[in-house]
């Protein structure tokens, strides 16, 4: 991982991390998506750490133009939610699971005719 060089904490830059929570990061188009959204808010890529997690920097002075830039500056999450994953991961398991139980009753029901 790229570390930070005390003159870019000194000299007025902030970082941030970007999070997606189905590591869409490995689509480039997605990837690139994200980053011509984050451009408009002044951030630039310094590092890909994996198909998760990217690394942004901006001069503080961006933050003037926060208003403008039609995107939250300090988002650190892209696509669904981890929340709404793990909520859609419990579902299907469960769906699974009542699929699995319910045949199982049905074939024990049909055996005792």
């Known amino acids: 991982m790229t570390s930070y060089a005390p003159e870019e904490l000194a000299s007025g830059w902030e970082f941030k991390i ?3 929570a189905t590591g869409a990061f490995k689509r480039t188009e997605f990837l690139q998506r ?3 959204e984050e451009k408009r808010a ?3 890529l310094v590092e890909e750490f994996d198909n998760s997690r990217v690394r942004l920097k901006r001069p503080v002075s961006a933050r003037a133009s926060d208003g403008g830039s039609g ?3 300090y988002r650190s999450h892209v696509g669904i939610s981890e929340l709404a994953l793990g909520l859609r991961v419990g ?3 469960l769906a699974g699971l ?3 139980l319910s045949t199982i009753a ?3 029901h049909a055996s005792h005719r």
């Open 71 to 73: 995107i939250d500056a």
């Open 34 to 36: 994200v980053l011509e």
């Open 106 to 108: 049905f074939l024990v």
């Open 91 to 93: 579902v299907g398991i």
């Open 98 to 100: 009542a699929l699995i």
């Open 18 to 20: 970007v999070r997606s």
């Open 42 to 44: 002044g951030w630039t």
